[in-house]
């Protein structure tokens, strides 16, 4: 791959992968840390609700080793402002919480859009216009994430190529996929992970992600989440793929464990037998709810 390729989950709190994931007895307060020597990047939902402090993000990117990047999901408020002088303040709010505390380890901002916004150029260009490319020296990466509908034209890529961001790959039947090939990066967020699968998804869909992936990284930097539907399963999928792909995570220096854990087998979670006891369900009655 000509340009790096990182892999992760959103968060690292959840109470089912205390089954799935992270090892018996491992205290909450290690989580992180074993977290980010099992996988390449993280998104940190929790910024979409709530402001942190320099001090947090600090403790982030101290707590994870060399190389591990964190993608931060812009406040609700910031994406849904109408003027121009509204957009910058609350731009510059979400921006001047900390978040460069972070340094190298800060990866792609994520400004995810209402549903029921749909693409205008005017108002698109007005929003492109006050994202900076840097802070505090910093230089930083921007990708839109947006659920309605008029975004698939020349204008909205092109906007975008103009003021240096990008659009969020989403993978999920309700939202639109968009690739914008026009950026030095791209993210993808992957949402339909099942929970009949051992890894959240067969093993031709994690070698149809690796293929992905792979083709985008010729170009481009590239950051793959597993987000949201059956969420138990998303940090196994995140470890299949980074096998698949051949990736190994920054290191296991410092590490809650000594033992290395091992990607999943991709196979069915339950025998055939069990199966007939208890059909699969729909896929939409499997996901969890979407962020």
Same mark, same amino acid.
């Given at each position: %791959?000509?340009?790096?390729?990182?892999?992760?989950?959103?968060?690292?709190?959840?109470?089912?992968?205390?089954?799935?994931?992270?090892?018996?007895?491992?205290?909450?307060?290690?989580?992180?840390?074993?977290?980010?020597?099992?996988?390449?990047?993280?998104?940190?939902?929790?910024?979409?609700?709530?402001?942190?402090?320099?001090?947090t993000?600090?403790?982030?990117?101290?707590t994870?080793?060399?190389?591990?990047?964190?993608?931060?999901?812009?406040?609700?408020?910031?994406?849904?402002r109408?003027?121009?002088?509204?957009? $910058? $303040?609350?731009?510059?709010?979400?921006?001047?919480?900390?978040?460069?505390?972070?340094?190298?380890?800060?990866?792609?901002?994520?400004?995810?859009?209402?549903?029921?916004?749909?693409?205008?150029?005017?108002?698109?260009?007005?929003?492109?216009?006050?994202?900076?490319?840097?802070?505090?020296r910093?230089?930083?990466?921007?990708?839109?994430?947006?659920?309605?509908?008029?975004?698939?034209?020349?204008?909205?890529?092109?906007?975008?190529?103009?003021?240096?961001?990008?659009?969020?790959?989403?993978?999920?039947?309700?939202?639109?996929?968009?690739?914008?090939?026009?950026?030095?990066?791209?993210?993808?967020?992957?949402?339909?992970?099942?929970?009949?699968?051992?890894?959240?998804?067969?093993?031709?869909?994690?070698?149809?992600?690796?293929?992905?992936?792979?083709?985008?990284?010729?170009?481009?930097?590239?950051?793959v989440?597993?987000?949201?539907?059956?969420?138990?399963?998303?940090?196994?999928?995140? %470890?299949?793929?980074?096998?698949?792909?051949?990736?190994?995570?920054?290191?296991?220096?410092?590490?809650?464990?000594?033992?290395?854990?091992?990607?999943?087998?991709?196979?069915?979670?339950?025998?055939?037998a069990? $199966?007939?006891?208890?059909?699969?369900?729909?896929?939409?009655?499997?996901?969890?709810?979407?962020?």
């Amino acid at each position: %791959m000509a340009h790096p390729v990182r892999v992760g989950v959103g968060g690292w709190s959840f109470e089912p992968w205390d089954e799935t994931f992270y090892p018996a007895g491992l205290s909450k307060a290690k989580q992180l840390s074993y977290m980010s020597r099992k996988m390449t990047a993280l998104e940190v939902n929790a910024t979409y609700y709530s402001s942190f402090k320099p001090d947090t993000f600090a403790k982030w990117a101290e707590t994870a080793p060399d190389g591990f990047v964190f993608s931060l999901k812009a406040h609700r408020f910031s994406t849904v402002r109408k003027t121009k002088e509204d957009m $910058k $303040k609350s731009v510059d709010l979400f921006l001047g919480q900390g978040i460069t505390a972070l340094k190298d380890k800060l990866g792609p901002i994520n400004w995810q859009f209402p549903g029921t916004r749909k693409f205008d150029a005017d108002y698109f260009n007005t929003f492109l216009s006050v994202l900076p490319k840097e802070k505090d020296r910093l230089p930083l990466r921007h990708a839109l994430e947006v659920r309605g509908s008029g975004f698939d034209v020349p204008e909205f890529y092109d906007l975008l190529t103009k003021h240096g961001a990008t659009v969020v790959y989403a993978e999920d039947d309700a939202f639109p996929k968009l690739r914008h090939e026009g950026s030095s990066f791209a993210v993808a967020r992957l949402m339909q992970s099942q929970s009949d699968e051992a890894a959240g998804y067969s093993a031709a869909e994690i070698g149809r992600f690796a293929k992905l992936v792979t083709n985008w990284s010729r170009n481009q930097d590239v950051f793959v989440f597993f987000i949201s539907g059956a969420k138990e399963r998303n940090p196994a999928a995140a %470890m299949a793929l980074q096998d698949k792909l051949g990736i190994s995570p920054p290191d296991e220096v410092g590490a809650p464990v000594a033992t290395k854990a091992k990607p999943p087998q991709l196979k069915a979670a339950a025998p055939k037998a069990a $199966k007939k006891a208890a059909p699969k369900a729909p896929a939409k009655a499997a996901a969890k709810k979407k962020k």
